[in-house]
Every structure is written in structure tokens, then in C-alpha cells.
């Protein structure tokens, strides 16, 4: 067998590949309750480090839509691999197995894992695995991967054809013989083929009759001139070859399940079906949304986290201890600029660490285990149908809910995940708005803690930054090329989420912002500390003043801006700091929040974008982006200025 095998997890998305892979390898990859958790391949070596696994994102069928897909077929076209382990739902099988199919028709070594057997048990489906691996003539498993049922023998099996591996496997006689003409078709295909490939030429010649583009590349590259003749023998039929498949795929996926499955229909208990009716309707959806968003965001978040957490760990911890005592220490040691270094205004202790640990952690903590909440019980995908008409006005479409929500959490993920979305006009504009106007949420909840003690200014702030996302959204509709993608997403059932799923996620995301994100919060203290002895800050003060004043905003705001590109939520602590010494009316704070929310993304989310997008678009971005953030900031405070509060919180 030997270290160096590999074994692929594909199936459709949110089916439990993730759960599988932790299984197996016994890490803590990211699992959630909607499809298109994985955007990429993940590896890791089996419990027992004989082999090493992949986690892949989700994939339909071997005629890819979205980008995620694509990068699931890449793997299984170009990778080296012993294995593919193809995970399908127990509830969903007629929608899954015809990839199964195509899997066998390309020759690849397969085992099925039907997972979610817990799932189907509950909608009263009986399967007959043995019977099903009889039809297929591959090994088939049942799962439960969250409860670790079944998984003991899934090893056994992987690991038994992994031994097999070598042994030459016959290819199989064709489990689908398709209508006379695609017959006809791919018959003349295979014959004229020449090259060697991983796939089977039966397979690739049905990839190519359906006209998909990485098998058309494939064989333009392995065929050279008899390509053409390939074409010609495609077009004499012309026939929509898609159809005519995937109908006989069907029948015959059918025609397995009869001796398959059997279905005792359960009626479900009627507050599931009561709250899955709730979060889907507009008139329960919506107030269930704002319920959401005030206990989860706003009260959790903001208040306990931004507030009370903030309140202790910085006020307390921080301020009343470790910086008097770390001042004390370096008042002792004789070294020259060790007090400028590590305790004066932009000091490793009074910058970096008290704003990575005593600000920006716990509320970013607090915000991870929401998230895994919310991500766990199902609810995002409701949000996104719920939205889809909303969201189809900003040239999105439901689709374009989840990147956004992951965007509270971190903007840099967020860009990642609009791979899932469908067109390219789409992911720019999710990858715009993502950088214009979603605060992550360490931002979001610091700023929603400093705007609780005046709901008025939390109320504007929040109408503004929807306003101009909203307008935004609509102009870049109205105005990029295209038309907005079909909105299609399978919506998994809500489920109570894991105590220990939602812990284990939201200790992974906090590790992950420890071991990012903290030492960039020193970095940051010694970029500020140099730029302001070399007089850098000072010249770009300068700058920026004329600005900052059309804004209202006191000049030394310059740093926070500065800051706040490094990561928004540093900037965000640096207005915390000021609002705390006082410096602050309610309108500089309001239009400061405002501009810093919808200023620059942070440095590594415009990395991402760049890898995403490419350098020109974004330029573009940010261009538009500091254009757009200073001239709402100066908009708005045109609008407030002369309102009755006055210059105090
Ligand atoms: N009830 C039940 N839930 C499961 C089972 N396996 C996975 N889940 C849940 O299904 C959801 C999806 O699991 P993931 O592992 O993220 O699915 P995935 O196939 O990796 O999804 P993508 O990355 O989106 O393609 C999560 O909420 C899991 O907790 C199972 O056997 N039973
Ligand atoms: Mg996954």
C-alpha cells in the first residue's frame, strides 16, 4: 500500500465528505450545514498514516458549472490517485448515483460510502446496501459520520482496495447501454481515439459528445489532427447528446433503486415542518431574520462580546495591569527604546497585543461561535432563498448570501467562497461589495458596542452602510454586462447543530486568528511605531487632513485609517481607543465607523482578491473603494451635521 497512496472524497455538496475526511485523517477541517463548505482540496494522512486522504469541494456531475466543481474534476483528470470514495446521502440517491455511474464508466477505482443513513431512517427509507453493491459491483459502506458509525469498516474497505490496487481490475462491461444513436456516436469515437488516458475512452467520448470543455481540451491535446474527425463524427448526428444521457443515466439509476430502496413514508413532527415553513416565508422569515440578527449580532456580539468581554479584558486586565506592570519592568532594564518599543502609544504591548488580545479576540471569539451556529443548523441556505429576489436587484442571487454572511467572519475566506458562485459577473460584484461595505466581524461587533450607548447613530450607521452597498449593488447590475445566474440550491434540513462540532469549529477559527493574525498585530505596532519616529505618519497626516476635515474628522484619525488597512478591525479598535480618551463627538464617530466600514479591505482580503480576480480588477476595486468610503463618509456628514445631539456620548 504504502505511504504514498491517495484516496479521493468526491460527492455532491453537503453530504458529509468533510465529517468523512476528519474522520479519517482525524483533523478539523471546516464542515458546515450548506453546500459549498470546501472551495478547496484539503489533504491529510489517515489515522493509522498509511495513506493520505482529499477532501474536495462538492461536484454535481462531470459536466462542471462552477469553479469549485472544476476543481474537483481537475483532481480526478490530472492527480495521481489509488482511490476515489464517492459519498452520496442516503435520502438522495436517484440524484446521486448517476455520477456513480459516470465514475465506473471512466474506470476508476471507486468505493460508495452512503452516508446520513441516521437521515434517511428518520424519512423512513429502507436501503438494501448488499443489493446495491451487487448492481454496481463496487464496494458500498453505510455512514454515519457525525455519530462515527460504519467508519470502522469503511477503513477496512479502503484499506482492502488499496491492497488491490495493481492488481489490475478488468474494466467493466458498460453499466448503461445508451440510445442507438449516442451509441452510434461514441462507439466511431472510441474507435478513432488513439491517445492514453486516465479516463476511460468510452467515458471521455461521452464527456465529449456532451461537449465538455476539459475533455475537448484532453483530446485536442492527445489526438492532434485526428480531432477533427472526432468533431465531425460529433456533429454528423446532431443531437443534444446531454439530454439523451442524462436521461438514460436516470433510467437506469431508477431501475437499480427499485431492488434498492424502499420508501415507508414518515410524517415529520410538526414543529420541524412548522419552523422550516417560518424561515422560508417572508412574512416569518423576515422577523426570524431581524430576531437573528439583533440576539445573535447585536445583543451576543456587540453587547456581550464587544461590550462586557471588551470592558473587562481591556479596561481591567489590560489598562489596570499588565501595561502599569510591563511599564514598571521596562522602567527597570536599562536598554535604550525599550519603553518606545513595547509600551509607548503604538508599543508591541500597547498597540499590538492589547488590541489583538483584549480587543479584537473576544469579540471575534464570541462572533466564530455564532457563526458555527449558525452555519451548523441549516439556516444560511434559508437565508438565501428567502433573499434570492432581493439580492437579484444587486446582480447577485440567493447564491450570493452565503459568500456575504462568511464575510461578517472574515472578509479573506469570504472572497474565497465566491467560487461558488456561478458567473464571473457574479463573484465581482460579491467580491466588490465584500471589500466595499461587509465589516468583519470583529469590526462589527466593536462597532456596534461603541454605537449601543446611541441606538439613533447605530440606526443611521446601519441605513447608511446598506444604502450605499444597496445603491452599489444596483448600479454595478445596471451597468456590468451579463445576465444574473439562475438560482439553484439544494436546501439540507435544519438540524440541531453539535455541541461539539459548533467547540471544535469555533476553536479552529480562533487558532487560525491566533496564529494569522496575532503576529500581524505586532507588525503593525512596529510599522506605526517607525512610520511615526521617522516622521512617515506625520507627512501622511498631511495627506490625508484635507480630507478627514471635509469629513469632519479630527486629523489624527490618519492612523487609524493606516492601521485599518493592515486588518478593518484594528481600525476599528483604534477609534474604540479614541472614543475612550474622549476625543470623539457622536457625529465624528458615526461618520469614522461609517467611512471605516466601508473603507479598503485589509491586506490580506485584497491578496485574495487579487489571486481571484487578477491585479486589474483589483486595482479597480480598490480604487473605487477608498473613492466610495470617503465620499459616504463626507455625504453623511453633510446629512447630520446641525442634528440636536451634541458634541459628547
Ligand atoms: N445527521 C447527519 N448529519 C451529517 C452526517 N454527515 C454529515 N452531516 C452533516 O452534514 C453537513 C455537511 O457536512 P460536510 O462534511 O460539511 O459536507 P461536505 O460534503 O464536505 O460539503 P461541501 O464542503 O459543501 O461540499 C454538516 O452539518 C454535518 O454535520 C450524518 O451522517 N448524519
Ligand atoms: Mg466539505
Redesign the pocket.
Known amino acids: 500500500m504504502g505511504r504514498g497512496a491517495r484516496v479521493v472524497l468526491v ?12 474522520q479519517l485523517t482525524n483533523s478539523l477541517g ?10 478547496e482540496v484539503r489533504t491529510g494522512e489517515s489515522s493509522n498514516g498509511s495513506y493520505q486522504v482529499l ?1 474536495t ?2 461536484i454535481f456531475s462531470m459536466l462542471p458549472i462552477s469553479a469549485e466543481e472544476e476543481v474537483t474534476l481537475s483532481i480526478l483528470l490530472e492527480r495521481d490517485y489509488c482511490l476515489v470514495v464517492q ?1 452520496v446521502e442516503a435520502k438522495n440517491l436517484e440524484k446521486s448515483l448517476p455520477f456513480t455511474i459516470q465514475l465506473l464508466e471512466a474506470g476508476l477505482p471507486l468505493i460508495l460510502v452512503v ?5 434517511g431512517e428518520k424519512l423512513g427509507i429502507r436501503l438494501n446496501l448488499e443489493e446495491l453493491e451487487r448492481q454496481l459491483k463496487v464496494p458500498v459502506a453505510g ?5 462515527g ?1 460504519g467508519l470502522k469498516k469503511l477503513k477496512q474497505v479502503i484499506e482492502q482496495e488499496l491492497r488491490k490496487r495493481g492488481a489490475g481490475k478488468d474494466y467493466l462491461s458498460p453499466l448503461v447501454d445508451y440510445s442507438p444513436s449516442v451509441e452510434r456516436s461514441l462507439k466511431k469515437i472510441v474507435f478513432n481515439m488513439e491517445g492514453i488516458y486516465r479516463f476511460s475512452k468510452r467515458s471521455l467520448g461521452l464527456m465529449f459528445l456532451q461537449g465538455e470543455s476539459r475533455a475537448e481540451d484532453l483530446l485536442k491535446e492527445g489526438e492532434g489532427n485526428n480531432y477533427r474527425l472526432l468533431k465531425e463524427i460529433r456533429e454528423i448526428e446532431c443531437r443534444d447528446f446531454s439530454l439523451l444521457i442524462n436521461s438514460w443515466r436516470l433510467h437506469k439509476v431508477r431501475e437499480m433503486l427499485k431492488d434498492v430502496a424502499r420508501v415507508q413514508e414518515k410524517e415529520s413532527p410538526w414543529r420541524h415542518t412548522l419552523l422550516n415553513r417560518i424561515t422560508i416565508h417572508p412574512l416569518g422569515g423576515l422577523p426570524l431574520l431581524f430576531l437573528v440578527l439583533y440576539v445573535g449580532l447585536y445583543k451576543f456580539v456587540g453587547v456581550f462580546g464587544a461590550g462586557t468581554l471588551v470592558d473587562y479584558l481591556d479596561g481591567y486586565i489590560f489598562q489596570e495591569w499588565v501595561i502599569p506592570h510591563m511599564k514598571a519592568v521596562v522602567e527597570f532594564l536599562p536598554l535604550p527604546g525599550l519603553s518606545y518599543l513595547l509600551v509607548s502609544p503604538y508599543g508591541i504591548f500597547t498597540l499590538g497585543l492589547r488590541y489583538g488580545l483584549a480587543i479584537v479576540l473576544p469579540v471575534v471569539s464570541i462572533f466564530f461561535l455564532f457563526l458555527s451556529l449558525v ?2 443548523s ?1 439556516y444560511l441556505p434559508r437565508l438565501a432563498m428567502l433573499l434570492d429576489r432581493l439580492f437579484k436587484m444587486f446582480g447577485l442571487n440567493g447564491r450570493g448570501v452565503i459568500p456575504l454572511v462568511l464575510g461578517l467572519g472574515c472578509g479573506t475566506m469570504a472572497v474565497l467562497s465566491t467560487r461558488t458562485l456561478e458567473g464571473k459577473r457574479e463573484k465581482f460584484i460579491a467580491v466588490f461589495l465584500l471589500a466595499l461595505g461587509i465589516p468583519c466581524s470583529a469590526q462589527l461587533g466593536i462597532i456596534l458596542a461603541m454605537l449601543a450607548m446611541n441606538p439613533a447613530a447605530l440606526v443611521i450607521w446601519g441605513i447608511s452602510l446598506l444604502t450605499v452597498l444597496g445603491t452599489t449593488g444596483y448600479l454595478m447590475d445596471k451597468i456590468l454586462p451579463g445576465e444574473a445566474a439562475k438560482f439553484y440550491m439544494e436546501i ?1 434540513p435544519l ?1 440541531i447543530p ?1 455541541p461539539v ?1 459548533v467547540i471544535k469549529k469555533t476553536l479552529a477559527r480562533i487558532q487560525w486568528y491566533m496564529k494569522e493574525v496575532i503576529p500581524l498585530f505586532i507588525v503593525v505596532s512596529l510599522v506605526m511605531l517607525v512610520s511615526s519616529l521617522t516622521g512617515l505618519l506625520g507627512l501622511l497626516t498631511e495627506m490625508v487632513a484635507p480630507f478627514l476635515q471635509a469629513m469632519g474628522l479630527p486629523r489624527h484619525l490618519t492612523s487609524v485609517f493606516m492601521i485599518g488597512f493592515f486588518r478593518r478591525d484594528y481600525g476599528a479598535a483604534g477609534l474604540y481607543t479614541l472614543l475612550q480618551e474622549g476625543q470623539l463627538t457622536v457625529n465624528q464617530l458615526l461618520v469614522g465607523s461609517l467611512t471605516l466600514s466601508l473603507f479598503l479591505p485589509c491586506i490580506a482580503q485584497f491578496v485574495m482578491i487579487i489571486k481571484e480576480q487578477g491585479y486589474a480588477k483589483g486595482l479597480v476595486i480598490l480604487i473605487l473603494v477608498i473613492l466610495l468610503a470617503f465620499l459616504a463618509g463626507y455625504l453623511l456628514n453633510l446629512l447630520i451635521t446641525g442634528l440636536p445631539w451634541s458634541t459628547g456620548i
Request: glycine share 14%; no cysteine; charged share 20%.
Open positions: 460527492g455532491r455538496p453537503n453530504v458529509g465528505k468533510s465529517v468523512l475526511f476528519n471546516m464542515v458546515s450545514n450548506y453546500p459549498g463548505t470546501t472551495v477532501d469541494p462538492g459519498v452516508n446520513m443513513l441516521d437521515e455512514t454515519v459520520a457525525t455519530g458509525k452555519e451548523d441549516g439540507p438540524r453539535q462540532s
